[in-house]
């Protein structure tokens, strides 16, 4: 089960102070028991709907090894785009042969390499790119299975912005344009490639376990083409991630979704006749994303007649979400009042929270922006030349341990060291 806000609130509690004291703040805090526990509820959850299935840990959701190895550990394969993404992987001990390749616009050399360290599951977004890696495929003598992407074209209630399933996308092929088919046929015809799969992915933070009935039901339909049309096999279909954590308002659980999914996939190869299909699921956030907490303190107190600040030294160059994620002090107490969380960086937009209800805070307080595991180490910016902050994995012993040290002005400004 999940830990309530009040549970983590208490759990935070125990170490901020020491965190702060030994790193300073803003410090980003990683616990290692809530990566496990994710993964743990995921898994089970396939278990019960679908068990033929793998879950590939999404690399560009935490960057960090330290904690994608304890999804290897569990069991987990990994998904990567290309060269830095790859050698996460392979530096947190996925196996070359459990990663898999997705992204699009890959060079030859990348795709060249990646394919001579061992990995042979590569998806491919366009007719184009799917030239040159039966053309890098050949020079090799290496065998790659493709799995083609697919665009699913459905409505999907999320952010534009984390969106990539819908009929505007630029990622993936048309079924009903021709070109997911004229790419099967590619595929089949190609020396060096063999037809592995489907794939799609229909966006981020998706709150409606609908999408994802939708898009099963259109990809299998689409097997069901395949094979009529190419008599070719699919064997795997990977419906990408997506799946929602709550911040503060509630989502959908988990078992929902791969009840969705399973029962999609069994009714559809049950109506067609088709072979079973191994299902593939590349989540990010809902792994990662309730590992971790922004850990900054209060510098400044500020009235104006139109609201109260509370003016963090953590800003949003480090965290910039797009979620409502939850915001607590772990050790004020007494009264509640209503704040902006705001960081202190030169622009407006630097914001956390306008309208958020704490416990009376004092200068000097420790304030935790939560629910950030996903999505932050790898997007943070040098906005105002700001340094990016140390990281602290916590064991489920308590056990502190520093993996990034906060970074020095050296680090920052571009061209110092020579």
């Known amino acids: 089960m999940s830990r309530t806000i009040a549970e983590r609130k208490e759990r935070l509690a125990k170490h901020a102070d020491e965190v702060a004291e030994s790193v300073g703040t803003p410090a980003l805090i990683f616990f290692e028991a809530d990566v496990r526990r994710q993964y743990d509820r995921l898994r089970s959850a396939l278990d019960a709907h679908y068990p033929d299935s793998t879950v590939h840990v999404a690399v560009k959701a935490n960057l960090v090894p330290g904690l994608l190895g304890l999804l290897a550990d569990r069991g987990a394969n990994a998904e990567a785009y290309a060269n830095c993404e790859f050698e996460v992987a392979r530096r947190a001990d996925f196996d070359p042969a459990d990663i898999l390749l997705t992204g699009m616009n890959r060079d030859e050399s990348t795709v060249r390499r990646i394919l001579q360290a061992g990995t042979s599951q590569i998806l491919v977004d366009n007719i184009s790119e799917l030239r040159s890696l039966a053309s890098v495929s ?53 020396d060096g490639l063999r037809l592995h799969g489907l794939h799609c992915h229909l966006g981020s933070q998706i709150d409606s376990v609908e999408p994802y009935k939708v898009a099963t039901q259109s990809l299998m339909d689409f097997v069901a083409e395949v094979r009529k049309e190419t008599d070719e096999t699919v064997d795997v279909l990977d419906i990408g991630g997506g799946f929602p954590i709550q911040y503060r308002e509630s989502v959908p659980d988990i078992e929902a979704y791969a009840a969705a999914i399973g029962n999609e996939i069994t009714a559809a190869c049950t109506r067609e006749g088709l072979d079973p299909v191994e299902l593939y699921l590349e989540p990010g956030r809902y792994l990662l994303g309730p ?128």
């Open 291 to 418: 590992c971790g907490t922004l850990l900054g303190s209060v510098g400044v107190l500020k009235e104006t007649p139109e609201r109260r600040f509370a003016v963090l030294d953590a800003g949003t160059n480090t965290v910039l979400t797009r979620q409502e994620v939850p915001i607590y002090s772990p050790d004020a107490d007494g009264e509640e009042r209503t704040y902006a969380v705001v960081g202190p960086l030169c622009y407006s937009a630097d914001v956390f929270d306008e309208n958020v209800t704490l416990q009376r805070l004092a200068e000097g307080d420790l304030v935790a922006i939560d629910k950030v595991g996903a999505y932050t180490v790898g997007r943070e910016m040098h906005l105002n030349g700001a340094p990016r902050p140390p990281i602290v994995i916590i064991g489920d012993d308590g056990h502190r341990r520093v993996v990034r040290e906060r970074e020095a002005c050296e680090d920052v400004i571009p061209g110092v060291n020579g």
């Open 138 to 190: 050949r020079d090799l003598g290496i065998q790659c299975d493709v799995l083609l992407r697919v665009n699913p074209a459905v409505d999907i209630p999320t952010h534009p912005a984390i969106t990539t399933g819908d009929r505007g996308s630029k990622f993936g092929m048309s079924v009903a344009s021709g070109s997911a088919l004229e790419a099967v046929r590619r595929t089949v015809d190609a």
